[in-house]
């Protein structure tokens, strides 16, 4: 546009020449985990993320709201403002612990979110692996199936937690391994299952054995993100929590968790039954996401739990700004930026 046209070019240029330096860029602070191709496609337009089938349904953002609260007094306006903002933008969503509805209702209208998201995106449950373990006890599996019905939950995300149980003040102690809990609850349940983590991530056997399981899917929860054991210790005995701190630093990034998917798809080859991942843990941003989800060589999307919560807790709006901002944000990667082989 000419100058003589645009009454805005004046100040612009001004604005330009104060922020010069401010915005100069370090060498050393660059991100080097892309190409950046400013020449071979134009600006994405509004909606062009192409849509794609995962956990069996149409999703059109890649995008997991990873299981993050359950029955507190302000867990009905942060699902529900959540569900909201799948069914508006296409992503799935992951509820926080249903613990509470096991053997009763009472907290129902909090977590009953399906009328929100809609039929045509996933929404799975969620229970600790300590719960399936007291239900498989008591021979009350069937409580599971129970509980997606009155959710029209999609399936049942189970998440490992040992660390956090053992140093949390009213923690639960495993009498078996998780893994056997899990091969049981796949016997006896025909829902989709995923098996995630709780901020720690998990190393190659772990990694490898669930893979050889018929998961619907296996949330990294990696290391980087909230560290569950270490919130524990912050609201646990201060003796205990100086003694087990240096347990909070111990787990798997996400790009790690990454390259050993990688290693065991190989590995494994049709061994490998569970080949679907939600990628989560310390993914700030749409970049972290779509870097790691085009790393990794299988179906997955990237999921976010702090983020969401941050802007979950007040109005719709204020949520519904940020997932715009998200989902942008994918576009113009997909536009414009390539992965770097390794």
Not at 36 to 43: I, M
Not at 107 to 132: E, H, K
Not at 161 to 184: A, S, V
Request: charged share 20%; hydrophobic share 40%.
């Amino acid at each position: 546009m000419p100058q003589s046209n645009d009454p805005t070019a004046a100040a612009r240029k001004r604005d330009h020449i104060e922020l010069a330096f401010r915005s100069q860029v370090e060498s050393g602070t660059l991100d080097n985990r892309f190409f950046y191709e400013p020449v071979l496609a134009a600006h994405p337009e509004k909606g062009s993320l192409k849509k794609f089938l995962f956990l069996g349904k149409t999703m059109t953002a890649p995008v997991w709201v990873s299981s993050m609260t359950g029955g507190t007094e302000h867990a009905n306006t942060i699902n529900h403002n959540l569900a909201r903002a799948c069914k508006e933008f296409g992503m799935g969503m992951g509820l926080g612990s249903c613990r509470p509805l096991l053997y009763s209702n009472d907290s129902l209208a909090d977590f009953n979110v399906r009328p929100l998201i809609g039929d045509d995106l996933p929404l799975f449950a969620n229970l600790g692996i300590a719960q399936l373990e007291e239900l498989i006890d008591k021979g009350e599996l069937y409580r599971v199936q129970d509980l997606l019905s009155k959710l029209q939950a999609d399936g049942l995300i189970i998440h490992i937690n040992p660390l956090q149980e053992w140093l949390q003040p009213e923690g639960d102690r495993f009498k078996r391994p998780p893994l056997e809990t899990i091969q049981r609850v796949l016997e006896k349940t025909e829902a989709p299952v995923i098996v995630k983590e709780v901020g720690q991530g998990m190393g190659y056997e772990s990694l490898k054995a669930l893979m050889q399981l018929p998961l619907a899917a296996i949330d990294f929860a990696a290391n980087g993100g909230t560290n569950f054991s270490r919130l524990e210790m912050l609201r646990g005995d201060a003796q205990k929590a100086a003694t087990y701190e240096p347990l909070a630093y111990v787990g798997h990034s996400a790009e790690e968790m990454v390259i050993l998917a990688n290693q065991l798809l190989l590995e494994l080859g049709n061994a490998a039954q569970c080949r679907q991942f939600i990628i989560s843990g310390g993914v700030q941003h749409f970049l972290d996401g779509y870097y790691l989800i085009n790393k990794i060589q299988a179906p997955a999307i990237y999921g976010q739990a702090s983020a969401f919560l941050r802007h979950a807790r007040g109005s719709y709006e204020a949520l519904q700004e940020y997932v715009a901002a998200q989902v942008e944000g994918l576009e113009l990667a997909n536009a414009f930026l390539k992965i770097k082989p390794v």
